[in-house]
């Protein structure tokens, strides 16, 4: 009988992240203070984030970081996420290739955000503070927040992107169960959010709307940290369970990848994926292809700078060398919430400028047409983020069909869609379209980008 799901013992679940930083051949630049344009020292993050991320931040130095056993006493309530072989995919798609899915839809929370919402909250907890304060979009970071939030007792406020919180109203409903208070965003409740809602009374928000709210409250709070899920480098870093998982399960399966897949927004589940399996390119000079699925509409892999950026369209946050579309680009209102976001991480954006790694645009139409096969198939409804990951995956598997080649394809799927059956009402009543970004929009919204040299 063909084996189809591979599952680590808890004894196998990793005791260490992997922190690719140490390994690159070229480390990222570091992030800038706003004002001097200086670089930051992880004193400097501590303002905003905890100490212990901070640090994490600028390791360049120690590739492994040892898991505090209560947070991995915490994964293990979860962990490991199985690894599962796509038969009937492959069937349908009549592919020579062999397609695995690292399903981080399992866990409770049903996304991989939980991997980093833990150990952010630990370490706020054992530094003595007692809020904590974060933004989302699609709403599956705002529900690990929260929760982890929750189990360590720490009160929790999120600015949830406005227009997702209309699509997806369920998420908010789920952060506020676990005690959290949720705010659309822009809001009034912030200066950030009263200046923009000023200049642009309409604004139905995104991720850089939110950061810069989330961030202001976490300034003028004593004892409230930001915390973040996705784009920085300690947030990649505690994604790294995934791949490391992944690696133990390829193993039990005989196999290693040619292709490793995931959607990308900031960049936590594909470099959590990514990332271990990267190493032995690095250090091994082993061959195996890395691609990060975007949205169409919002291109920043194939189609943004490279340049220093804020993360935030106030400009709250330091100065990061990332691949940006600007701080103040406004993405459609596509349905995958989680990808709506300007820029990709430091790692990432340096990986890219080192051809370790390559992006690839969904139109939306395409992601949805991925993940309804995938339900019908594998009989689980994929997050709309997921989906982009799965519409890369199909174009690999095809290709591998038209060479007649056989192919090892890893992709993760990121989180379920159970809470978007809006969307997936709106795709099958033919209510849903593309977006494409003008090259004359993005010319206009990089003008905005600080000059400095790189």
């Given at each position: 009988m063909k084996q189809k799901k591979f599952l680590l013992q808890e004894k196998d679940i990793p005791t260490q992240w992997y922190n690719i930083q140490a390994d690159m051949p070229t480390k990222p630049l570091p992030p800038l203070n706003p004002t001097t344009r200086e670089p930051m020292s992880a004193e400097d993050l501590s303002r905003i984030f905890?100490?212990?991320?901070?640090?994490?931040?600028?390791?360049?130095?120690?590739?492994?970081?040892d898991i505090p056993e209560e947070v991995r006493d915490k994964y293990s309530y979860y962990r490991s996420t199985p690894l599962v072989r796509a038969y009937a995919l492959e069937e349908a798609l009549d592919t020579p290739a062999h397609i695995y899915f690292k399903n981080e839809s399992t866990n409770p929370l049903g996304s991989h955000k939980i991997n980093s919402a833990i150990p952010q909250c630990y370490y706020c907890k054992q530094e003595g503070d007692t809020n904590v304060t974060t933004e989302t979009g699609a709403g599956q970071w705002g529900a690990a927040l929260?929760?982890?939030?929750?189990?360590?007792?720490?009160?929790?406020?999120?600015?949830?992107v406005k227009i997702s919180m209309q699509q997806k109203p369920y998420r908010s409903s789920i952060m506020r169960t676990f005690g959290a208070t949720v705010e659309g965003s822009p809001s009034m409740s912030t200066r950030a959010g009263k200046d923009i809602i000023t200049r642009e009374p309409n604004h139905l928000g995104s991720l850089g709307t939110a950061i810069s709210e989330a961030i202001e409250l976490a300034t003028t709070t004593p004892h409230c940290k930001y915390t973040l899920g996705s784009v920085l480098n300690h947030v990649a870093l505690h994604q790294t369970v995934i791949g490391l998982e992944?690696?133990?399960?390829?193993?039990?399966?005989?196999?290693y990848p040619d292709k490793v897949i995931a959607c990308f927004g900031g960049g936590?589940?594909?470099g959590g994926l990514a990332f271990p399996f990267m190493r032995h390119n690095i250090l091994e000079g082993k061959k195996t292809e890395f691609i990060a699925a975007e949205p169409e509409s919002c291109p920043k892999l194939t189609r943004g700078k490279f340049e220093?950026?804020?993360?935030?369209?106030?400009?709250?946050?330091?100065?990061?060398?990332?691949?940006?579309?600007?701080?103040?680009?406004?993405?459609?209102?596509?349905?995958?919430?989680?990808?709506?976001?300007?820029?990709?991480?430091?790692?990432?954006?340096?990986?890219?400028?080192?051809?370790?790694?390559?992006?690839?645009?969904?139109?939306?139409?395409?992601?949805?047409?991925a993940g309804m096969l995938f339900a019908r198939t594998e009989g689980i409804i994929p997050a709309p983020e997921s989906c982009h990951a799965i519409a890369a995956t199909i174009r690999e598997a095809l290709r591998a069909k038209e060479a007649g080649k056989q192919?090892?394809?890893?992709?993760?799927?990121?989180?379920?869609?159970l809470i978007d059956m809006t969307a997936y009402d709106s795709?099958?009543?033919g209510d849903l379209h593309n977006y494409a970004v003008s090259d004359s929009e993005i010319k206009s919204n990089l003008s905005a980008v600080p000059d400095i040299k790189i």
């Open positions: 905890s100490a212990e991320c901070s640090k994490q931040e600028l390791d360049c130095t120690n590739a492994w970081i929260s929760y982890a939030a929750s189990i360590y007792g720490l009160s929790a406020a999120v600015y949830q992944a690696e133990k399960q390829m193993e039990m399966a005989g196999e936590s589940n594909f220093y950026d804020f993360g935030d369209e106030a400009g709250y946050t330091p100065l990061l060398p990332m691949y940006t579309l600007g701080h103040d680009f406004k993405p459609a209102n596509i349905h995958a919430g989680g990808l709506r976001y300007h820029g990709a991480g430091m790692i990432i954006s340096q990986l890219i400028r080192d051809n370790y790694m390559h992006g690839v645009d969904i139109p939306q139409l395409e992601s949805f047409e192919e090892n394809i890893l992709f993760c799927l990121s989180g379920h869609g795709y099958i009543n």
